[in-house]
């Protein structure tokens, strides 16, 4: 299987310290640099957990394209409660950390919300076609949910925004 551990994650890191490198040259204050650095290091947590870690044991069981595209669900609204904060959680910190490094206006930020959900869950499945294992369900209902938390991290910082809290 693709192992996220240790060369994407050196990776990661080795690039995070060009770009503060970068960061700092142009003159960006220290708290800006540490939020950076966390906000990246989320965007590292999150591509593992959705692209690199393995969701089930079935990883090494090979199947077919037919078998792969008939396992996903496309049915909104049929999933369980134990999925809804897991895939909530997931891209809250998204919604919330996007808005301090590129400025998006709400239409843009619920384009983005919807992009992040299908994004996921598409990538997710070209993996799946690509190894030839079902490896992460693909479910729309992740999609949606993970849309929601985009909105629901930019929604958290609009109201820390207008109370007049300076980050």
Do not use: C
């Not at 792969?68 to 999933?79: A, E, G, K, R, Y």
């Not at 799946?128 to 294992?133: K, R, V």
């Amino acid at each position: 299987m693709i192992d996220f551990f240790p060369i994407p994650f050196l990776a990661g890191l080795v690039i995070l310290a060009e770009i503060l490198l970068i960061l700092k040259r142009r003159g960006h204050s220290g708290i800006y640099l540490v939020l950076f650095s966390v906000f990246w290091l989320y965007l590292m947590v999150l591509a593992a957990l959705v692209f690199f870690i393995p969701g089930t044991s079935r990883a090494d069981v090979l199947v077919t394209p037919d078998q792969i595209l008939s396992s996903v669900n496309l049915m909104p609204f049929d999933f369980s409660h134990t999925e809804v904060f897991p895939n909530l959680l997931l891209t809250l910190p998204l919604g919330f950390g996007i808005s301090f490094f590129i400025r998006l206006r709400t239409p843009q930020i619920i384009l983005f919300a919807i992009l992040t959900g299908l994004g996921i869950e598409t990538t997710q499945l070209f993996l799946n076609l690509a190894l030839g294992s079902n490896y992460r369900y693909i479910d729309i209902n992740d999609a949606m949910l993970n849309a929601i938390g985009v909105l629901g991290g930019y929604l958290f910082l609009q109201i820390i925004r207008k109370s007049r809290f300076q980050y």
